[in-house]
């Protein structure tokens, strides 16, 4: 929501809406927007739903005008422009945007932002994701499930989360160039407010992740603690 009302706020567009997506089963889950109501069956009964994701996968943006193909899903989405959230070749979704007015025509320099917008919400939900599998695995741990291959995963986790911090950091250093290039832009300078509001969304599941780092290192310390008492008891029985 927090991102919608973003968007709104900051930009020409008076709907937005979110349609995070299930690979598993390659269907819309429901939709999260605002200005407009659309129900994720309205968007799965589509007979040209592969094509339609396929499409957002190839070209990341998609207006209106093009291809004719798709004018249903803007039809029903009340979209002038559909962009993919997506990062390293996964689609997690589809960010709406529409007006109940003409908007003005999308700049090369509007294009490469929506889509880095995209981009960076994708990311967010990718450590979503590893943030409640470190959360699930702790749980895991301390119920004293003290299995070899519940370590080597956790030690995995920490080294992919490590990798995307990196990644964050440096995307975030990138919106912090692109904002102060449009705050030259009169045209621009609300979406640079936008791209702000986004790196603050950014610094929400790093600054979670630091603050767990101590204490998966205190859970694995103890487990390791634990196995060696347990193989010295085995050997002293022995």
């Not at 927090?2 to 349609?19: G, P, R, Y």
């Not at 003005?104 to 919400?121: A, C």
Request: glycine content about 4%; charged content about 25%.
């Amino acid at each position: 929501d927090t991102v919608i009302d973003n968007i709104i706020k900051n930009t020409e567009f008076d709907k937005a809406l979110i349609a995070p997506l299930d690979r598993t089963i390659n269907k819309f889950k429901e939709p999260i927007g605002k200005g407009l109501d659309v129900s994720a069956q309205e968007l799965n009964q589509r007979i040209d739903l592969s094509e339609f994701i396929s499409a957002l996968e190839s070209n990341h943006l998609i207006q209106k005008s093009q291809p004719e193909a798709f004018q249903d899903y803007f039809d029903i989405l009340s979209s002038g422009i559909l962009i993919s959230i997506e990062r390293d070749g996964n689609l997690y979704g589809i960010l709406s945007l529409g007006s109940s007015e003409t908007f003005s025509p999308l700049t090369t320099e509007d294009v490469e932002l929506f889509m880095s917008l995209g981009n960076q919400m994708a990311i967010v939900i990718e450590n979503n994701d590893y943030i409640n599998r470190s959360t699930e695995m702790v749980k895991k741990l301390t119920e004293a499930e003290v299995r070899e291959k519940y370590l080597k995963e956790l030690e995995t986790t920490n080294a992919v989360l490590d990798s995307k911090n990196r990644d964050l950091q440096k995307l975030y250093d990138e919106l912090k160039n692109t904002q102060a290039q449009l705050i030259h832009s009169e045209k621009m300078a609300s979406l640079g407010q936008l791209v702000a509001g986004i790196s603050h969304e950014l610094n929400n599941p790093i600054g979670f992740i630091y603050a767990n780092i101590k204490q998966l290192k205190t859970y694995t310390d103890r487990i390791e603690n634990f196995t060696k008492t347990l193989n010295k008891t085995d050997k002293d029985f022995s």
